[in-house]
């Protein structure tokens, strides 16, 4: 039967389907994971691997949220030092992902170009040139003249670009699902319509979860709930700094190659995607609807806002109602907030759209016909440095979080995982995760964030 490739590429598939809730959970696991992005469907994938009983938790649709609405970039330029040993590890996994579970995930590697308006702004980019150095990533400044050579038909006198030949894209409405499946094949159980209300102690430790479908056994549970593990983790006084950043992006129609991976700018975020088409974004706005929480956490935020704040866009409506009227704690017996939004879906900014049309018609004239098929929104948690928290809580022994992947998460995720693994199973994965400890943000460490979202 042929299928119709817009509906084979929608991206909105992954959140747009049907809700299949389990007919009931099993009575224990090893491990529980609450949140089927990437991050915690490639833990669940790597706990499995090593034959450890898991169970993953989602409340809505495996990347039913950010994982399946990121940008699909798979890159390691311009990354926080602090990220980079796990984003290498991610790109080794990603490299031969396809192979290991079956499936295509999209990944192919195009390279990342980071464009620069002026020799002054390509100097600039210099800086991060002496991290690639010494973890021996090929990264380069390019000129325009070779830069007019990999990106074909714009329309700007760019001065060059920061280029990384082994950066790579993915498509993140076919990753996911597919690593959930090969979860699934090791004997992991992925419940989707199944929000976890909340866990259960036994002398002060983890010694259950409770969902809507029933309460699972446990003694270690692993948040990795995206924008919701702020929320969740408040209920059980732990205090996680994380706000939401709102990303409108499109994808065209199938059109002609002008590059074959990502490229940022000033004003436009663009990737080619295996149909043909282009993923893009804004390379200018971060949208922040301000909330109870943008006031709780304002001061660890300070940093990062004036690194960002040219392209901070504050705006205040219906979220501070929804999250003031959150309650803080909630009974386990009965419906939770994640029950009652099962799936985080804003809407895309229509002037963000309108913003992203002017800019790609500028930059590339031969693709101003080519049509914007669909459109969408999604939310990403952010840190006050920008890098995620990956940690064990101590006053809660049994219980840890993931989470804060400030728009890194998809390209990460996979190493992530792997790392994350290792930390609940008490097995070295070789990569230092101290850097990301949750108490950086209360023990008097500086606030450096090294990189925007």
Request: aromatic share 8%; charged share 20%.
């Amino acid at each position: 039967m042929m299928i119709d490739p817009f509906l084979e590429n929608t991206v909105s598939q992954t959140w747009a389907q049907s809700l299949e809730p389990p007919e009931a959970v099993p009575a224990a696991a090893d491990v529980v994971i609450i949140g089927g992005g990437i991050v915690g469907v490639s833990t669940a994938w790597f706990l499995a691997k090593k034959g450890i009983d898991v169970v993953l938790c989602e409340k809505g649709h495996i990347a039913g949220e950010q994982s399946g609405r990121n940008w699909g970039w798979v890159r390691v330029q311009g990354r926080d030092s602090r990220e980079i040993p796990m984003v290498l590890e991610s790109m080794r996994i990603w490299e031969g992902l396809k192979e290991e579970i079956g499936e295509d995930v999209g990944f192919a590697r195009g390279g990342c170009f980071w464009t620069a308006n002026s020799e002054k702004e390509l100097q600039e980019q210099e800086d991060w040139l002496s991290i690639a150095k010494e973890y021996d990533i090929g990264t380069r400044l390019i000129g325009s003249k070779e830069l007019q050579q990999l990106v074909h038909g714009s329309a700007l006198g760019w001065a060059g670009a920061m280029y990384t030949e082994s950066d790579g894209r993915a498509e993140p409405h076919l990753a996911t699902p597919a690593i959930a499946r090969a979860a699934v094949q090791h004997d992991a159980k992925v419940l989707t319509a199944c929000a976890v209300r909340g866990i259960e102690t036994s002398g002060g430790a983890v010694s259950a979860v409770v969902t809507e479908s029933g309460t699972i056994k446990t003694s270690t549970v692993l948040c990795a709930a995206g924008a919701w593990t702020s929320m969740f983790c408040r209920s059980l006084n732990i205090n996680v700094p994380q706000l939401k950043i709102r990303g409108t992006v499109a994808r065209t129609a199938p059109a002609e190659n002008v590059l074959n991976g990502a490229m940022f700018g000033d004003s436009l975020g663009i990737r080619r995607r295996q149909d043909g088409g282009y993923t893009v974004a804004s390379g200018a706005v971060s949208e922040h609807s301000i909330t109870p929480s943008s006031f709780r956490y304002f001061n660890k935020f300070v940093p990062a806002m004036l690194m960002d704040f040219g392209h901070l866009r504050l705006s205040f409506g219906q979220e501070f109602v929804d999250e003031w009227n959150t309650p803080r704690t909630w009974s386990l017996d009965k419906a939770s907030p994640f029950e009652e939004t099962r799936v985080l879906n804003p809407s895309p900014t229509p002037r963000v759209l309108k913003a992203i049309r002017r800019s790609l018609d500028t930059i590339f004239p031969q693709l101003a016909a080519t049509p914007f098929v669909e459109a969408w929104a999604g939310m990403i948690e952010a840190t006050p440095d920008v890098v995620p928290v990956i940690d064990s809580i101590g006053n809660l022994p049994g219980f840890h979080i993931a989470t804060g992947f400030s728009g890194h998460g998809f390209g990460i995720g996979p190493g992530a995982g792997k790392v994350i693994a290792g930390m609940l199973s008490g097995s070295d994965s070789g990569i230092d995760i101290s850097e990301f400890r949750l108490s950086r943000f209360f023990d008097g460490s500086p606030i450096k964030p090294q990189s925007t979202i």
